[in-house]
Structures are given as C-alpha cells and as structure tokens.
C-alpha cells in the first residue's frame, strides 16, 4: 500500500460503473487518483456491454505515484483493446503528476494549459485520496484561487473535478460520508449543493443488518451528482451483503435529506422507513437551544497547551478539571484516578480563558468509542453532588461539549431535563444520522430540536437521583412528549 492509500476494491468500481447513465456519442472520463485504474476499466467494460456502446471513449487520468502509473499505463492499453474488440475508438492522456496543480491551471484562463468548458468532461469517476488539508498549504491556496475553500484533500478533488465537468456531467465518487454534516465541510456542501444535483447517496451498511462491511467502506459513500441539474428526489441505497451489491434502495424527496431550514446544510442520509418516521419525530419538537436561553460549546481546556497550570491534585486554590471518563451513568464522578490531572490551578489566566463559574452544567461526550452503546452520552455537572468540589469554579477538558447559560450554569433541573433527553434513544438514533462517524460536534447539538422547558423540566425529575434504565427514561420522553397538559 502507498502512502496509506487504498485501491478501490473491484466489485465497488463495478457497482460504481453501473450508476452511469449517461448515453452520449463521444464519453469523455475524468479520473483524478486514478491508482492502477480499476474504475476506469469497471467503466469501460460497462460501456462494451452495452447494446449501443458509445463510439468514442477518451479518458484523461491522473496519477502521482510513479508505480501506481505504471501499472495505470498498463490498464489503459488493456482497455483500448477490450473496447477495440467493442468496437469502441478509446484514447487515453496518463497524466503524471499532482492533480490539483494541474487542475488549477487547467481552470486558470491566464494559462496555457486553460481549457475551455466544451473540452471538459462528461463523467467524472473517483475515489479520491483523503488526508486533512492545512490552510497554508499550497493545495489550499492554488483551489483558493478557485474560490474553492477545502479542508481535506478528497473534496478538494471532487470540487476541482465538478468544475472540470459539464453541464449534464455525471460524477460518481466513492468518498468519507463525513462531508454530509459537520462545520469543516460547509463550503463543500455549498458548492455540491449549488452546482449539482445529488441523485444518489449509497451506503455500505443498514443500521439494520447484522452485517458488518469493512470497517473502511463502512465510513465510506458511494455520491453521484449531476453537473448543473435541479435537485430533485434522491436515491439511497445501501449494501447488505456484498459490498459490490445494492441490497435495497429507495426514492426520497429531497426536503429529507436537506432541509430547506438547516443554516448547517447537512445532508441527512435517510434509510427507510423507520429513518423517516424518527425525522418527523425530531421535527416536530417545538424547541431550539435559543428558545431555552442556553448554549453549548466546547470545553475550553486542551490539557497539553496548559501544562502549567493544570495539578495532579485538588486543593483550596484549585477548581476541578473534568474529563471525558468523569461522566458515569449521568453524573460525573470526580476527582479520578487516572493519570491525568485533576484541577486547575486558579489564577488570572486560568480564570479569564480556561474555567467557568461553579454550577449546573450539563456535559457530553464529543468522542465516543465504536463499542460504546452510545453515540450521544450526557452527564450533569452538579457541584452539590461533587465531593470536594467547593470551588467557585470549574474547568471543562476539551473533548467535552458544555451547555450554559452565557458562561454560567444553569438551573438543576433543566440541567438533569436536559441530560435525561440527551440520553434517550430517540436522540442517539437520531444522531446517528448524522454520519458514520462517532464525533459529536457542537453544531450537531445546535441543530437538535428539543421539548419545550416545561417538558425538560418534568422529564428531569426522572433523571435527578441518576440515569434510569433506557427503556424507562425512553418512556418517560414518550410520556412527556404527548402530555396535552405540558
Ligand atoms: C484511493 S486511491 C484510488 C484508487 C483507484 N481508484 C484504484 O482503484 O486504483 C487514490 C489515488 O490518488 C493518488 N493521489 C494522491 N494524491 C494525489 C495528487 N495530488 N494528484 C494525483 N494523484 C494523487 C494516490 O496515489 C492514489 O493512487
């Protein structure tokens, strides 16, 4: 393996080649990563099979790696033969190089390279590299020259190739269904949202199945966008069995998927029935964080950056330090006895940018662990039930989120309201929506709905002596959710 990077299994770029619909004469095909080219080949054996193939296929690909493009260069005359023996004429361009500069300068009208919009292409295939892209990096500001904004270098490429496409272009890429929520790929929501339309959204796994696809397919989606189109219904599809098979998929109307309201733009992908009846669900809750007057941010210290300050000890001028493995079935429990430490020294730094006033918060997990049973785990910051915390102040570890009220606390009660509703199943199925991925972001829980604050405050009284079993507290919601009276 090189550099990290995965070859795309063959059965996926089979399944990937036949999502192309596309019916022109002359098939233009983009691929940029193209490895060893398995999807190039899945595509072109695609178009041999059909009754009227295409007459022309000319494939511009590009490679960095110098092995992967030797072994490109072999699969590119391998497919001028097999679509020879089709009756198909294939050209192909081996570009070896960095796709992104190319593409910048390909996009760029001041150079050479430019090409113009009717030499560009018409599919667009890809499973692009992923690896977090640092906003002084050259990649960064060759694409910002492009108005292109991307944290990560799979949708660096697939923004570049939607602008290398035409009207019409189909692109089909197998990339991290990350992109789908989270504030690092707004941008890359916006210009997918703007300039194509999605017409398909396939995953590798039923939240449903007992079967588990690879764990790296698992986080994966296979996307399929139309260049300049209007959006209309969206498939989604998943895998059950083989990762090469479509197991199940269904037409949803696009308001599911993105709603017209979400400032965030996520993309939801929605699978069946039970997905769309726990939308409505979350929906119809009448209640935004803003409504209740509370915020939620995210703990302000990152322990390494303030080693001077932090104490392996309590003591009168400390105030607790509490992390992630604190949180016990709803309450936190501390001081710990791990390593880490356990308060904060006080004084004035400490007290303007690291801890918070004493108080009712209420904590949740920003990571939590594959095996845990759940995605959203939701705790109460009392102080009155912390032994030895009598400090007028507190500091929250970083991969905690913290809701407040202003920087304060809140009351107790809608404190543990909040906790027991953030614990519910209703919530953790909810997230899971989101995206395959076990991070808890604080726009995810900005963008929740909630019950109104007599529903909180009624459903805390349940949750204040400690976290009940699920199927109590889900009860509970069930309850306070249909009280005519609340
Ligand atoms: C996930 S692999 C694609 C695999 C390919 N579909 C296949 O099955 O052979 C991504 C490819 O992108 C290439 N790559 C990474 N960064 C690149 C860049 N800046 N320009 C061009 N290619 C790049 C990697 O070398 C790798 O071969």
Redesign the pocket.
Known sequence: M??G????PYEV?ELMAGLINITADEIRIL?????????IAAAVEFFAAKPTPPRVIKVTA????PI?AMH?EITLRQCAIYAKAAGIHFESQLIR?????RASRTLDVKRPEYKAPDEHYNLIL????YRKLRSDSL?ARLLRRQSISATN?YTAFVSLAIRLARPGAEIIALIPRSFCNGPFFRGFRKLLLRDTAICRLHVFESRSSVFKADSVLQENVILKAVRSADQGDVVVSCANGSPGSISSEESMHKSLLIWEDDPGEFIHIVLGAEDKSLIALMRRLPTTLADLGVEVSTGRVVDFRALDHLRRLASPHTAPLIYPGDLVAGHVVWPHQTRKPNSVALNEVTKKKLLLPSGNYVLVKRFTAKEERRRVVAAVYNPDLVLGAESPWVGFENHLNYYHSAGAGISAQLAYGLMAYLNTSLVDRYSRLYSGHTQVNVTDLRSLRYPTLAQLLTLGSVANGGLPEQHVLDQALGRVLESPSL
């Open positions: 090189l550099r990077q995965y070859m795309t770029a691929e940029p990563g193209a490895g060893i080219g398995s999807l590009y490679e960095r790696e992967l490109l190089g960095d796709f992104i500069k890809t499973n692009p590299p990649h270098l």
